[in-house]
Nanobody
Framework: QVQLVESGGGLVQAGGSLRLSCAAS????????MGWYRQAPGKERELVAA???????NYVDSVKGRFTISRDNAKNTVYLQMNSLKPEDTAVYYC???????????????WGQGTQVTVSS
């Protein structure tokens, strides 16, 4: 019913930048919060940043001042601009969206397939 497709991951040197994108498509009536999570090897998945439909955002402390989350509601797309990347930012990054599905009006949590971000020292 709903698909989230991420793009923009890759390999970058420490201090570099990457921009992740996540586009939601399908039978979408509305999207509340969209967010980015990450999971490093051997660690639990953690919330990196989230943004509401009204533009309110929050970040995990470790990325404050370096990462910026934004969204384009007309395109059902969320972005994560990552600057001053550090080796400890290396992880698989997942997009998440709180979606109300059209017609049925059912509400659910949807995930992208993940995109690898690797920061070399």
């Amino acid at each position: 019913q709903v698909q989230l497709v991420e793009s923009g991951g890759g390999l970058v040197q420490a201090g570099g930048s990457l921009r992740l994108s996540c586009a939601a498509s399908g039978r979408i009536f509305s999207i509340r919060t969209m967010g980015w999570y990450r999971q490093a090897p051997g660690k639990e998945r953690e919330l990196v940043a989230a943004i509401t439909s009204g533009g309110g955002s929050n970040y995990v402390d470790s990325v404050k001042g370096r990462f910026t989350i934004s969204r384009d509601n007309a395109k059902n797309t969320v972005y994560l601009q990552m600057n001053s990347l550090k080796p400890e930012d290396t992880a698989v990054y997942y997009c998440n969206a709180d979606v109300t599905v059209a017609l049925s009006k059912s509400r659910g949590d949807y995930w992208g397939q993940g995109t690898q971000v690797t920061v070399s020292s």
